[in-house]
C-alpha cells in the first residue's frame, strides 16, 4: 500500500498543471490502475508535437479519438488524416457499454457520451470538401523536391516560373507546367534562350516524366483551383467548439507521393498563413497524420530536409503535429528529437528485428522507478499505453503506463445515410465543389503558338509569289529577254560605229 501511495504522489506532483489540461487517463502499478492518478496533458504544451505508437489493434486510433474529441471541447481545431476509414464515428455519439463504465469507474471520473462537430474533406472523387492548390501556390522550390530533382532541372523549374511571372501566366495546373516546359524547347526555344539561357530538351524531359508519375497518382485532382484557404480548418461552431476536420484517405493508401504531397503543401500554406503565436496557453490547430510512414516511406533526402524543418519551424504558429504509426523507428530520428508527447502502446517481439526495436523505442522513454520499460511495452493490454509529456515549464513528465479513457463519440464509423447528411450539411463542400479552369499559362501559350504558326505561314508564302512571278515575265517576252541581253547590245553598238565611220 506505501508503494502505491509514493506512486500516486509520484504521478501527481510529477502532471500537475495551473492551466487547461487534457485528462488522458489513469496511471498504473503492477499492471492496475490507480484510481485519480490522473496523467494530464497541458494544452500550452500540445503544440511541441507528438507520437502515438504501436502494434496493430493495441488502441492507437481511439487515442487519436480521445485526443481529437477533448481538443475539440476545449475549443481547439483538430485535422484528421483517415486512411482506414474509420474515424468518421466522431459525428456521433456513444452508444456506452457496461465495460466503458468499468473501465472509467477505475480511471476515476464518469463515462459522458458525446458527438462532435465534424468536416469531411477529399482529395480525390470521394465526397467531401475538395483540397486543391495551384502550381504556382506550391513555389519552384517545394515543387523540385517533391519531384526529386536535381539541382540543373530545379534550376529549369525556377526559370518556368520567372517566365510565367514576367509574361503574367497563371500556373495553376499540372498540364499548365508541362504546357511550359514544351514551349521552353519548343516553339519557345529562342525567346527562352534569349532571356534565360539555353534549357536542355533532356532535363525537361526527365522532369515531364516526373510530373506524369504524380498524375499516375492522382495529382491531377488536386492542382487545381479552387484553392483551399487553410483558415477554414480553424471554425469554431456555436457551441465554442472547434471542427474536426477528416481528410478521407481510403482510396490513395498506395499513393503515397500524392499523401506526401499534399501533407507538405498543407503545411507550407499553413507556415505561410499563421501569424507567429510566440508562448500561447493554446495551440491554434492540431494536425493528427495516421499512418505516417507513408509520408517518409518513399521520400527523397531533399523532402526529409524539408519536412523536418516545418516541424522545427511551425511550432511557433501554434501548430502542433502529430505522427500515428506502428513503431517510432518509422519516424526519422531528427523529427523524433522534435516530439513533445509520447503515447506509445504495446509492441510485439516476434522477431530478433522487434526485438531490438523494443529496446531502442524503451531508451526513448524518461526512466523508472516504478517500471521496466522494454517489460512493460509488450505487456500491455488494449487501451493502455506509456505516455510520457511535457509540463508547462517543457520539463518531461514521468513515466506513466495508463489505462486509457474511452472515446466520447462512436468507436465506428458512420453509415451511408449519416456520412451523406454531414457532408450535405457542409457549407464548404458548396464553397469548394465548383471546379474552376480559368485562362492559364495552357491557353494562352497556345494561343501565342497558333498566331506564331499563322504569321510564319503568312511570311512563308510572300517571297514564293515573287518568285513565281519574275519567272512568268520572262517565259512571257522572249524577244524583251534577247533585247535586253549584254550580246545584243554590244552588237548593236558595233553596227553603230561602222556606220558612224
Not at 517518409?296 to 519536412?307: G, R, T
Request: aromatic share 6%; hydrophobic share 40%.
Amino acid at each position: 500500500m506505501a508503494g502505491t501511495e509514493d506512486f500516486f504522489d509520484h504521478i501527481e506532483k510529477g502532471y500537475a498543471t495551473k492551466g487547461d489540461y487534457i485528462n488522458m487517463g489513469a496511471a498504473m502499478l503492477n499492471g492496475e490502475a490507480v484510481t485519480n492518478a490522473f496523467v494530464k496533458i497541458p494544452l500550452k504544451t500540445l503544440n511541441r508535437h507528438g507520437l502515438i505508437a504501436g502494434a496493430t489493434g493495441t488502441g492507437k486510433t481511439k487515442t487519436l479519438q480521445v485526443l481529437a474529441e477533448n481538443l475539440s471541447e476545449k475549443g481547439i481545431p483538430v485535422m484528421l488524416m483517415d486512411l482506414k476509414g474509420d474515424l468518421s464515428g466522431l459525428a456521433q455519439p456513444s452508444p456506452g457499454h457496461a465495460k466503458i463504465d468499468e473501465r472509467h469507474a477505475k480511471i476515476g471520473f464518469p463515462f459522458k457520451a458525446s458527438s462532435f462537430p465534424v468536416e469531411i474533406l477529399s482529395l480525390s472523387e470521394q465526397d467531401g470538401v475538395k483540397l486543391r492548390a495551384t502550381v504556382s501556390e506550391f513555389g519552384p522550390v517545394l515543387l523540385s523536391r517533391i519531384l526529386d530533382l536535381s539541382e540543373t532541372q530545379s534550376g529549369i523549374v525556377a526559370v518556368v516560373f520567372k517566365y510565367c511571372d514576367d509574361q503574367k501566366m497563371p500556373l495553376l495546373d499540372l498540364k499548365d507546367f508541362k504546357k511550359v516546359l514544351q514551349y521552353a524547347t519548343g516553339a519557345g526555344k529562342a525567346e527562352f534562350t534569349k532571356e534565360y539561357g539555353r534549357i536542355s530538351t533532356s532535363s525537361t524531359g526527365t522532369i515531364l516524366r516526373k510530373i506524369i508519375e504524380l498524375e499516375q497518382q492522382g495529382a491531377e485532382l488536386f492542382f487545381g483551383e479552387k484553392s483551399f484557404d487553410v483558415n477554414d480548418l480553424t471554425r469554431i461552431d456555436e457551441k465554442g467548439r472547434g471542427y474536426i476536420n477528416i481528410l478521407r484517405l481510403t482510396d490513395i493508401q498506395d499513393r503515397p507521393k500524392l499523401f506526401s504531397t499534399f501533407m507538405l503543401s498543407l503545411l507550407a500554406e499553413i507556415y505561410d498563413t499563421f501569424p507567429e503565436q510566440g508562448d500561447s496557453d493554446r495551440p491554434e490547430l492540431i494536425l493528427f497524420i495516421d499512418e505516417a510512414h507513408l509520408i517518409f516511406k518513399e521520400a527523397s533526402k531533399a523532402l526529409l530536409d524539408q519536412i523536418e524543418s516545418i516541424v522545427k519551424l511551425i511550432r511557433s504558429k501554434g501548430i502542433g503535429l502529430y505522427f500515428v504509426t506502428q513503431n517510432p523507428t518509422d519516424v526519422p530520428n531528427d523529427v523524433l528529437s522534435q516530439l513533445g508527447l509520447k503515447v506509445q502502446h504495446a509492441l510485439r517481439a516476434f522477431t530478433a528485428r522487434d526485438r531490438k526495436a523494443i529496446k531502442l523505442t524503451a531508451e526513448n522513454y524518461p526512466e523508472s522507478e516504478y517500471y521496466d520499460t522494454k517489460e512493460v511495452l509488450t505487456s500491455l493490454g488494449i487501451g493502455e499505453a506509456l505516455i510520457s509529456a511535457l509540463d508547462e515549464k517543457g520539463r518531461p513528465t514521468p513515466l506513466a503506463a495508463t489505462l486509457l479513457r474511452a472515446p466520447m463519440s462512436r468507436m465506428d464509423v458512420l453509415t451511408k445515410k449519416e456520412l451523406a447528411e454531414v457532408i450535405d450539411s457542409s457549407s464548404l463542400v458548396k464553397k469548394y465543389g465548383e471546379v474552376i479552369d480559368r485562362e492559364s499559362a495552357y491557353e494562352i501559350l497556345n494561343e501565342k503558338i497558333e498566331k506564331a504558326e499563322k504569321l510564319a505561314e503568312k511570311e512563308k508564302n510572300k517571297p514564293a509569289a515573287r518568285k513565281t512571278s519574275s519567272r512568268t515575265s520572262t517565259k512571257q517576252n522572249p524577244v524583251i529577254k534577247v533585247l535586253t541581253s549584254a550580246t545584243f547590245i554590244r552588237g548593236v553598238l558595233g553596227v553603230l560605229k561602222k556606220v558612224m565611220r
